[in-house]
């Protein structure tokens, strides 16, 4: 899985949201991206997932243009959103239908909330959105880690999480296959500590630095 990002420009109206980015992702790269608030992280990890055409430039994941193949890009990528989608279906027709859709046993689903600590028997018939919204994340990140994707985007996963979430959280990513590459949005590096080995720092819409991390 490599992406390539070549001088990618993304407005809003007149607001320069993403200013001539360039940068690319290769095998087994696990990155840290920070910023502050409106720097371009998510709009940057939007349109790596297809969601945002761009005004100028490029994106490749895997040799495609994620707007013309979303469908084959999103095949190879596990995200979590930092604020989890209103699903009204319940907990038991969203694993069936990830399943169905991924090839992903229903059992590793569960075995992965386990681990999170999220009790999928006790809650199976409720709907996804009257879960709690770390119950709602810890489930969102069973469905990430059990696919087994060659691309993880984790945007703020931990937001949600209480202090024992975000250790078990943690814990899980160090079990991550050594060759997928990662991208977490974040503002506390101190919490990667182990897991990253690439910083890219934005600020208004442009890298400002992109560095390795040194263990």
């Known amino acids: 899985m490599i992406v390539k990002i070549e001088n990618a420009v993304k407005n809003f ?44 430039g490029k994106i490749e994941v895997d040799g495609m243009n994620p707007v013309m193949h979303r469908t ?16 009204k279906i319940s907990l038991n027709d969203l694993i069936n239908y ?3 859709t991924t090839g992903v046993q229903k059992e590793s689903i569960i075995r992965e909330a386990e681990d999170m600590e999220l009790d999928v028997g006790k809650n199976i018939n409720k709907p996804f959105f009257k879960l709690s919204g770390g119950m709602k994340q810890k489930f969102l990140i069973a ?7 060659e691309l993880y985007i984790f ?3 931990t937001a949600n999480l209480d202090p024992k979430g975000r250790e078990n959280f943690y814990h899980l990513l160090k079990n991550l296959d050594e ?11 101190e919490d990667l500590k182990g897991l990253t080995n690439r910083l890219v720092y934005l600020d208004i819409g442009k890298i ?8």
Request: one cysteine or more; a positive charge.
């Open 155 to 157: 945007d703020e996963p």
């Open 98 to 100: 990830i399943c169905t």
């Open 72 to 87: 084959q890009i999103l095949k190879k990528i596990s995200f979590i959103p930092q604020l989890p989608p209103p699903i």
């Open 179 to 189: 060759r997928s590459s990662v991208i977490y949005v974040t503002h506390r590096l």
């Open 13 to 56: 109206g007149e607001v320069n949201v993403l200013d001539d980015i360039t940068l690319e992702i290769k095998e087994g790269d696990k990155i840290a991206m920070l910023g502050p608030n409106g720097a371009g992280k998510t709009t940057l990890i939007r349109a790596i997932l297809g969601y945002y055409r761009l005004n100028s």
């Open 143 to 149: 469905i990430a880690l059990a696919r087994k994707s």
């Open 208 to 215: 400002t630095e992109d560095k390795k991390i040194e263990e």
